[in-house]
């Protein structure tokens, strides 16, 4: 089944500098690659997510970066603030409407003011 | 807000007891996903459903099962409860043919 990795497990950051996540995976298959942000005593909150047909997404502070010959995507947050203070998980599927999501492990990332 | 409900809360109860989760997906979702996050295993899919029907299966383990009802809410069954069964679990649901989950605000269920 698929295998997915994310570094790192925290990262800590100035307030204003950039944030970078990296996550490997290994079905070769997989297609779809969502990033959640969670809160603590909340869900996942769906915040950008990218299919496997194309290489780079951005919406406004936050991007994310798919090579599909290394099998690897990457979340980019610039002008980090505050509320970006969460846990954020990479995830994977093959999509199709019939499968569910394989995560990482997860990245704490800490907004330093 | 994501939409998606579920119910209760919070759950505490003992060893080998059985309870019911519940969930209520988005207006117009067909499809829901349970999820269970611990610390060890991290989050982890469980099963999916769709429109009543069982479409994709994850490491759900034959003490847990799970159903979507007619009118498209969701319940998970957790039986012979083990200590090993504290977590929190999660629903998810999207829009048919849809990639995008969301998800709800989950169960914490704690085994005493």
């Known amino acids: 089944g698929e295998n997915v990795e994310q570094h790192p497990s925290t990262l800590s950051v100035q307030e204003g500098d950039s944030a970078v996540i990296k996550c490997t995976y290994s079905d070769s298959a997989s297609n779809y690659f969502p990033w959640y942000k969670q809160e603590l005593g909340k869900g996942p909150q769906l915040i950008i997510d990218?299919?496997?047909?194309?290489g780079e997404k951005k919406d406004q502070r936050i991007a994310v970066t798919l090579n599909k010959t290394a099998k690897h995507f990457s979340l980019h947050i610039t002008e980090t603030q505050p509320e970006d203070s969460a846990v954020y998980f990479c995830?994977?599927?093959?999509?199709?409407?019939?499968?569910?999501?394989?995560f990482g492990k997860g990245t704490h990332l800490i907004i330093q003011p | 807000d994501s939409g998606v409900t579920q119910t209760p809360k919070h759950l505490i109860t003992a060893t080998g007891q059985r309870v019911t989760l519940r969930c209520s997906p988005r207006s117009g979702d067909l499809s829901v996903y349970w999820y269970q996050q611990s610390l060890d295993q991290g989050l982890q899919f469980l099963i999916q459903?769709?429109?009543?029907?069982?479409?994709a299966k994850g490491n759900i383990l034959e003490r847990f099962s799970a159903q979507q009802f007619p009118d498209l809410h969701s319940e998970l069954n957790l039986s012979s409860l083990e200590l090993g069964d504290s977590a929190l679990y999660f629903c998810?649901?999207?829009?048919?043919?849809?990639?995008?989950?969301?998800f709800g605000p989950g169960t914490r269920l704690t085994v005493l």
């Open positions: 995830a994977a599927s093959r999509g199709g409407g019939a499968d569910g999501l394989t």
């Open positions: 459903y769709y429109n009543g029907e069982e479409r």
């Open positions: 998810a649901s999207s829009v048919v043919g849809g990639l995008e989950q969301f």
């Open positions: 990218i299919r496997s047909n194309v």
